[in-house]
């Protein structure tokens, strides 16, 4: 189960923070790796500091799935050890399987407390049927608010 950062996660890149009651719009970048993604894989997204409520969310990711399309994940938040999701905020989420943008389907992120820092997630569930991810970029679209 290898698990894959983010520019964001590892502090290379910054994510602008909310003041109040406006919600902007972060980018998150994912590089897809070289090597095929399979089912258990981690992808790092984002660290939300505490008072930061993420209200809504997309994935916007090229088509890394060029066969029988397959690919599909789950996203939330990561449990202590970083080894699996402790709420999943979506399952079954198939961006990837080909580039339209998949959209959150609920109000559950902005429902959850914000009293800890949180890490945003991705657990792979679903492997590609053919993988196509080497070199590509999709990225995380998040809304936060303060």
Same mark, same amino acid.
């Given at each position: 189960?290898?698990?894959?950062?983010?520019?964001?996660?590892?502090?290379?890149?910054?994510?602008?923070?909310?003041?109040?009651?406006?919600?902007?719009?972060?980018?998150?970048?994912?590089?897809?790796?070289?090597?095929?993604?399979?089912?258990?894989?981690?992808?790092?997204?984002?660290?939300?500091?505490?008072?930061?409520?993420?209200?809504? =969310?997309?994935?916007?990711?090229?088509?890394?799935?060029?066969?029988?399309?397959?690919?599909?994940?789950?996203?939330?938040?990561?449990?202590?050890?970083?080894?699996?999701?402790?709420?999943?905020?979506?399952?079954?989420?198939?961006?990837?399987?080909?580039?339209?943008?998949?959209?959150?389907?609920?109000?559950?992120?902005?429902?959850?407390?914000?009293?800890?820092?949180?890490?945003?997630?991705?657990?792979?569930?679903?492997?590609?049927?053919? =993988?196509?991810?080497?070199?590509?970029?999709?990225?995380?679209?998040?809304?936060?608010?303060?």
């Amino acid at each position: 189960m290898p698990t894959f950062q983010t520019r964001v996660f590892t502090g290379a890149r910054n994510v602008p923070q909310p003041d109040a009651g406006i919600i902007p719009a972060v980018a998150v970048d994912i590089d897809f790796p070289t090597v095929a993604l399979v089912a258990t894989d981690i992808i790092l997204v984002a660290r939300l500091p505490i008072g930061v409520a993420l209200m809504d =969310y997309e994935f916007h990711f090229p088509d890394i799935d060029t066969g029988a399309a397959a690919f599909a994940f789950s996203f939330g938040i990561m449990n202590a050890g970083l080894t699996a999701l402790a709420t999943t905020f979506q399952a079954g989420i198939t961006a990837g399987q080909s580039n339209a943008i998949v959209r959150n389907l609920n109000s559950d992120a902005a429902q959850f407390a914000t009293t800890s820092e949180r890490v945003l997630g991705i657990v792979v569930t679903t492997a590609a049927a053919t =993988y196509a991810g080497a070199t590509k970029v999709g990225q995380v679209i998040l809304r936060l608010r303060g």
